[in-house]
């Protein structure tokens, strides 16, 4: 079949790659709307973006590897994530949105890491601290908190213990906040800073471009079948891994409810989104086979390549 072969096929990854980086090269020769980047191909902004973008898909392989996120040996989630940061023009130049996409993928290690471990306070200490980092550029970041809360508790891994440790791994970022406002006399920095998570205004979708919406789309229907067939086929994984599905299912509900609802913060918040969906949708591409399977597969893979090209 064509989705078993390119799913266990070791050079998928290889080749999407390479496509991406053709994609991403292309995009910013062509000129840009209004509002897009023009600082040019090979930039030093374009090839940060470029990395960081990399550097998510190796922690995602890594992911996948360590902690045996499928039942075949396969790349599909670190192939599918490198398909919805080529159709994502607005990860092609760096912006704070990286640093969403990178502490979304690294927040995982140290999350599984604690699965039925409550009094492993380090790794849960680690696993705050990137949702902290990200939300020292984009405050709101913090909504997700309860949720990750939650996703603690349905690890097995939330006592008192683990949750203080998780607020200390939360505050660590802001202390080098807090030192540059007090040494500055800059105290309002901070203030704005937290103010900014206030900041909630009614659903405008009309600030939305085409591209966006698109994007949104496509992650979003990834993720909602793959959801749909692992929850249909979830007796197959291992306790340990349907556990760790249902963290990433939870998590990355709230991601696409809280794109939603603040259309406005579109480009920090899809990095959440494009996370979720890859781990989602790359578990359906990998490993549920079938001649719907693999018509719903084509038709996915030729709808990225038409975004990829559009601007």
């Not at 995602?60 to 994530?81: F, G, H, K, Q």
């Not at 006592?159 to 203080?164: A, D, I, N, P």
């Not at 906040?177 to 006399?185: G, Q």
Request: glycine share 6%; proline share 3%.
């Amino acid at each position: 079949m064509f989705q078993k072969n390119i799913a266990s096929n070791r050079f998928t990854l290889v080749v999407v790659s390479i496509f991406a980086a053709i994609v991403w090269v292309v995009y910013d020769m062509t000129p840009h709307q209004a509002g897009e980047s023009e600082e040019g191909v090979f930039s030093l902004s374009f090839v940060l973006g470029f990395a960081l973008c990399a550097l998510a898909v190796y922690l995602m392989a890594e992911l996948n590897t360590r902690y045996v996120l499928l039942r075949i040996s396969s790349r599909m989630l670190s192939t599918c994530l490198v398909m919805l940061c080529a159709a994502a023009s607005m990860l092609h130049h760096l912006s704070p949105a990286h640093l969403m996409l990178v502490c979304a993928v690294a927040s995982y290690f140290p999350m599984f890491a604690t699965y039925q471990r409550p009094y492993s306070t380090t790794r849960i200490f680690l696993e705050y601290l990137f949702i902290g980092l990200a939300s020292y550029l984009f405050p709101q970041v913090l909504y997700l908190v309860p949720v990750y809360w939650v996703v603690q508790g349905m690890l097995r891994a939330l006592t008192f213990r683990s949750w203080v440790a998780s607020l200390l791994g939360i505050i660590t970022p802001y202390w080098f906040l807090v030192s540059y406002a007090y040494i500055t006399d800059k105290l309002h920095l901070f203030t704005k800073h937290f103010g900014e998570i206030m900041s909630i205004g009614l659903p405008d979708y009309t600030l939305l471009s085409h591209k966006q919406i698109m994007v949104g789309a496509l992650s979003l229907v990834l993720f909602i079948l793959g959801g749909i067939d692992f929850s249909r086929k979830n007796h197959l994984d291992k306790t340990r891994v349907r556990s760790y599905y249902y963290a990433v299912l939870l998590l990355g509900a709230s991601s696409f409810v809280w794109l939603f609802l603040q259309p406005l913060y579109f480009n920090l918040i899809i990095p959440f989104c494009l996370v979720h969906a890859a781990m989602i949708g790359g578990h359906f591409v990998g490993i549920s086979y079938g001649k719907v399977q693999n018509i719903i597969t084509i038709i996915l893979s030729l709808c990225a390549v038409v975004i990829c090209f559009i601007h």
